[in-house]
């Protein structure tokens, strides 16, 4: 595990890369004010239980951390409890069944042979911006009705919401937290404006796409509230690029620091599915996930009490040697391999089945027409240094 810290320089606060933890797997940390769940087996009880453990974790923020009354997250169905969950969930996971996501194929190995045919032009190629990050924005814009070509608005406002250095901390300074709230209401606003004025166009022209099936759709007899359908915008925008994004680049990481496992996927591609499948558990790209306690409980053996902010470490649990035997070793054979990656539960990632697919056809092709997947020496690799997210920001690689 040394070997991969120190060749791509992983940052600290990426602990679970830098070997195993010491410690239980349930604990208070003073200094932030949070609780921290680390275990699998403890992870798996918080995702399996919303009603001890809410998503509605701003019912439990500090005032002073809540953006003010014109802030809604209605409609945001990852900080939502059932049964609104439910119902949310429910228009559009029609959107991302099986057979919708498998007719999407052809759309994106022709995307992917576009965007190699394109960077061929440069002297380089850098592939989260060359194909891991152009290829699933691109994919999730055609199906919400959004432009792919403001692709890099997109961008801007996912790596000023998510690639934040800040340390997740209860106990921040008054203006720790004012700075905290402006870099991230700003971004939020102007992602705001921009689905809110493509919704209304949808109002006066509908067309088939999940942005018009949003403003159409009715709960309880009752079409959606425009904040709703824009928050609802946002998610599927922002959670139907990033994921991938990541776990392209970090299969790609995986199979250049593994060059055995590059040859053997070479050789044998129906393997690929489970290449991805660990490098999703080695490497996990939404590493943490926030949860609040609705009431007293016991959890790995620790009390923990009413209205308390959890944080549920995805990718500490995905290394816990309790569940997984040699956690710090890369191994695509593992079987069973029920890394909590796309989360579970009633949360679990609506668009897994999608990221997969992007997975699966992206590394086939860049198999095909790359000699060998390896980084480039001259040009180092850069992970993302917020504590939140496992991922490359950059990962140039060699041609040949």
């Not at 918080?46 to 500090?62: A, E, F």
């Not at 759709?217 to 079409?223: C, H, I």
């Not at 095909?368 to 980084?375: M, N």
């Amino acid at each position: 595990m040394s070997g991969i810290v120190e060749r791509y320089d992983i940052p600290k606060q990426l602990f679970w890369l830098h070997g195993p933890r010491s410690g239980p797997p349930v604990e208070f940390d003073t200094r932030t004010g949070l609780w921290n769940v680390y275990g699998y087996p403890e992870v798996q009880e918080v995702l399996g239980d919303p009603v001890t453990y809410s998503s509605d974790t701003m019912r439990v923020l500090p005032k002073n951390m809540v953006p003010g009354d014109d802030f809604s997250l209605d409609g945001f169905i990852t900080q939502i409890d059932p049964p609104e969950h439910g119902k949310l969930r429910k228009l559009v996971s029609s959107a991302f069944t099986r057979k919708v996501v498998a007719d999407l194929e052809p759309r994106i190995a022709e995307l992917t042979h576009e965007l190699l045919d394109e960077a061929r032009e440069q002297d380089t190629f850098e592939l989260v911006r060359d194909l891991a990050y152009p290829l699933p924005v691109t994919v999730i814009a055609e199906l919400l009705g959004v432009p792919s070509g403001d692709r890099a608005l997109f961008k801007r406002w996912a790596d000023a919401l998510f690639q934040r250095d800040a340390e997740i901390s209860l106990n921040q300074s008054e203006d720790e937290r004012r700075a905290d709230l402006e870099a991230t209401m700003k971004p939020w606003k102007e992602m705001t404006t921009y689905l809110a004025s493509h919704a209304a166009e949808r109002r006066r022209r509908p067309r088939a796409d999940l942005l018009t099936r949003l403003v159409e759709a009715e709960v309880d007899g009752e079409r959606l509230p425009d904040d709703q359908v824009v928050n609802f915008a946002i998610v599927l925008l922002l959670a139907g690029h990033i994921t991938t994004t990541m776990l392209l680049g970090n299969t790609v990481l995986c199979l250049d620091a593994f060059p055995e496992r590059q040859a053997g996927v070479r050789a044998d591609r129906s393997t690929i599915p489970d290449v991805i499948e660990e490098a999703i558990r080695f490497l996990t790209p939404f590493a943490l996930l926030g949860r609040a306690t609705t009431r007293e409980t016991e959890l790995g053996g620790v009390t923990l009490p009413a209205d308390q902010m959890i944080m549920i470490w995805l990718a500490a649990a995905n290394r816990d040697p309790r569940q997984f035997p040699d956690p710090d070793v890369f191994d695509p054979g593992r079987d069973p391999n029920p890394h909590l990656g796309f989360g579970r539960g009633i949360h679990f990632c609506l668009g897994a089945p999608l990221a997969r697919l992007e997975g699966r056809v992206a590394l086939d092709i860049l198999l095909d027409r790359f000699g060998t997947l390896r980084t480039d020496p001259d040009d180092p690799v850069q992970l993302i240094s917020a504590p939140s997210l496992t991922g490359v920001r950059r990962l140039p690689l060699l041609r040949g």
